[in-house]
């Protein structure tokens, strides 16, 4: 379980005057379970994320994960105890193959602590998100790459890593409908599949309605938690008013209505 205690995150602006990004949050994630963080821009979701994955440390406050106190560790440290960060915008690691990253990606999972993996199993992986082994496994990730592709072996990553907790940031962001379509179908297999906890910032309704709970945050505070379908009316109700939930992502004729 990851254990989120009295959390504030203040910021000091070029007018050199604080700025509470994040107002005393407190939240419990529990394993096996698929969440969303939602609201309005500028509420504080992408922080939240990066001060769970050490990206930024909290003014004050205190960040568990099995009872045991992380708020002092760095990156490096929250990865070995198992939690994984994917960015809006996936890194291209020029002259490292799809296989490789796989391989790098299992030694922290302790399902290969003795052995390495092999490429069936990475294949196994990169089927698992969509993608034909054959066509991948032995390609770069670099700037051939589509921007849905990436996501796709970058999820694949995070699958091989076998993590407690998974932080994904706007998945959605920077990909076009086709790719977004596909990620849909990924995070769907995953939430059957689920071992851990999952968290996603994303304020699209397809993701929304793949959750097991919903947390509306905004202003730096949680103003709502709850499950999908007590909460969907009401966020989306009132994105279609202002807007703020339609995205960056040419809706669906399903989505049309909302947006």
Known sequence: ML??????????????????????????????KFYVITGPNGSGKSTLAK????????????????????????????????????????????????????????????????????????????????????EYINREVNSSLSGGELKRIEIATVLARGTKVTLFDEPEAGIDLWSFQNLISVFEDMRKSIRGTVVIISHQERILNIA???????????????????????????????????GKIQPTDKDKGAC
Do not use: H, W
Not at 78 to 86: E, H, M, N, T, V
Not at 105 to 115: G, I, L, Y
Not at 212 to 221: H, T, V
């Open 212 to 246: 097991d709970e919903i947390i509306l945050l905004a202003d730096g505070k949680i103003k709502k938690i709850g499950k999908k379908e007590d909460m969907l009316i009401d966020i989306l109700g009132a994105g279609v008013a202002s807007g703020a939930f339609c």
């Open 3 to 32: 254990e989120l205690k009295n959390i504030i995150f203040d910021v000091t602006g070029d007018d050199k005057k604080k700025k509470r990004i994040i107002d005393d949050v407190s939240l419990k994630l529990d394993e096996n």
């Open 51 to 134: 001060l769970i994955m050490g990206i930024e440390t909290p003014t004050s406050g205190n960040i568990l994960l099995n009872g045991q106190d992380i708020t002092g560790l760095d990156i490096t440290e929250r990865a070995k105890l198992g939690i994984s960060f994917a960015l809006q915008q996936p890194v291209r690691f020029k002259g490292i193959q799809v296989l490789d990253l796989l391989k790098m990606a299992a030694k922290n999972n302790e399902s290969f602590k003795d052995k390495a993996l092999s490429t069936g199993e990475a294949c196994e992986y990169l089927s698992a998100v969509g993608l034909c082994a054959r």
